[in-house]
C-alpha cells in the first residue's frame, strides 16, 4: 500500500500560495480604487486629456502649436492679436478705453485670468469697471493661465505701454506656474500650455529659463501620455518631481503609499 502523506504539504504550500496571491490582489483593487477616487478629487496626478475644440473651432496640433505659439511667452498666439479678445497690443478688448481712444491710458493691469475677467463680457471685466469709475483708459494686459513670470515678462515686452501706474495682480494658483515650465501639469485638461520661469541662479539673483523646447513625443512623455517619462529639467510638478506628484502605477499599494507621505 502506497503513502500519500508526503503530498499533503504540497498542498498546503500551494493553499497558502494561493490565500497570499489572492490577499495581494485584493490589496491592490482596493488601492487602485482608492487611487481614482483621490485623482477625482485632485489629490492623485492625473494625465491631462487632449483638449476638445468649441463647435466651430479647430484644436491645433502640436506640430501647428510650434509655429503659431508666442516664442517668449507661450500664449496667447500673437495671430489673435487684432481679433477675437485681443487688441491690435495685446490688451482686451475695452468699451471703456475705445470710448476715450484719444487719451492716454492712465493705467495698465497684468496678471491671469483674474486680471482679464474670464467668464465675462469685456465690459464687465474689472479693468473695464475702473475705467469707467476713474473715467480714464485702464489698459488690460491680463492673459488666462498665466503665472507672475509670464506676466512680468509681458510688462517687460510691452513698450508701448506708457501708462503711470501699473497694477500687478497676485492670486494664491500663481505660486504654483511660477514654479513650473509646463501648465498642462497643473490641468486636467492638455492645451499645450509649455512656459518660462526664473530659477534662482547660484549668485541669488533670478535667471530666466525660456519657454522648453520639445518634440511632440517629447512633451508626450513629460505629461505621462507615453513611456518611458521624460523629465523636464527644473519642473517641480512631473510625477516624482521636487513637488511629491505621484502618477498611479502598478504597482498600486507602493503608489497609495507614496501619495500619503
Given at each position: 500500500m502506497k503513502n500519500n502523506t508526503p503530498a499533503k504539504?504540497?498542498?498546503?504550500?500551494?493553499?497558502?500560495?494561493?490565500?497570499?496571491?489572492?490577499?495581494?490582489?485584493?490589496?491592490?483593487?482596493?488601492?487602485?480604487?482608492?487611487?481614482?477616487?483621490?485623482?477625482?478629487?485632485?489629490?492623485?496626478?492625473?494625465?491631462?486629456?487632449?483638449?476638445?475644440?468649441?463647435?466651430g473651432d479647430q484644436v491645433p496640433t502640436y506640430a501647428e502649436y510650434l509655429t503659431i505659439r508666442d516664442p517668449?511667452?507661450?500664449?496667447?498666439?500673437?495671430?489673435?492679436?487684432?481679433?477675437?479678445e485681443y487688441e491690435r497690443d495685446g490688451s482686451r478688448i475695452s468699451p471703456a478705453c475705445q470710448k476715450r481712444s484719444e487719451a492716454a491710458p492712465c493705467m495698465s493691469i497684468y496678471g491671469d485670468s483674474f486680471t482679464f475677467?474670464?467668464?465675462?463680457?469685456?465690459?464687465?471685466?474689472?479693468?473695464?469697471?475702473?475705467?469707467?469709475?476713474?473715467?480714464?483708459?485702464?489698459?488690460?494686459?491680463?492673459?488666462?493661465?498665466?503665472?507672475?513670470?509670464?506676466?512680468?515678462?509681458?510688462?517687460?515686452?510691452?513698450?508701448?505701454?506708457?501708462?503711470?501706474?501699473?497694477?500687478?495682480?497676485?492670486?494664491?494658483?500663481?505660486?504654483?506656474?511660477?514654479?513650473?515650465?509646463?501648465?498642462?501639469?497643473?490641468?486636467?485638461?492638455?492645451?499645450?500650455?509649455?512656459k518660462p520661469r526664473f530659477v534662482r541662479g547660484d549668485d541669488g539673483s533670478l535667471q530666466l529659463l525660456p519657454l522648453p523646447n520639445l518634440t511632440e513625443e517629447e512633451y508626450l512623455r513629460t505629461i505621462g501620455l507615453k513611456s518611458p517619462p521624460l523629465t523636464l529639467p527644473h519642473e517641480s510638478f512631473q510625477p516624482g518631481g521636487a513637488a511629491g506628484v505621484v502618477q498611479l502605477r502598478f504597482p498600486f499599494t507602493l503608489s497609495v503609499i507614496k501619495n500619503l507621505q
Open positions: 504539504p504540497i498542498y498546503k504550500k500551494l493553499y497558502y500560495l494561493l490565500y497570499i496571491l489572492f490577499l495581494f490582489l485584493l490589496i491592490e483593487a482596493f488601492s487602485f480604487g482608492l487611487g481614482l477616487f483621490w485623482k477625482s478629487q485632485g489629490k492623485m496626478y492625473q494625465v491631462p486629456v487632449p483638449l476638445v475644440a468649441e463647435p517668449e511667452l507661450g500664449w496667447p498666439p500673437p495671430h489673435s492679436y487684432g481679433r477675437e475677467g474670464s467668464e465675462v463680457g469685456d465690459d464687465a471685466a474689472w479693468g473695464d469697471i475702473l475705467s469707467e469709475n476713474i473715467d480714464c483708459c485702464v489698459k488690460n494686459y491680463g492673459v488666462p493661465g498665466y503665472g507672475n513670470d509670464q506676466a512680468y515678462l509681458r510688462y517687460v515686452r510691452q513698450q508701448d505701454d506708457n501708462a503711470e501706474i501699473v497694477i500687478f495682480s497676485f492670486m494664491s494658483e500663481n505660486i504654483l506656474r511660477n514654479i513650473s515650465r509646463n501648465f498642462d501639469l497643473l490641468s486636467p485638461i492638455s492645451s499645450y500650455g509649455l
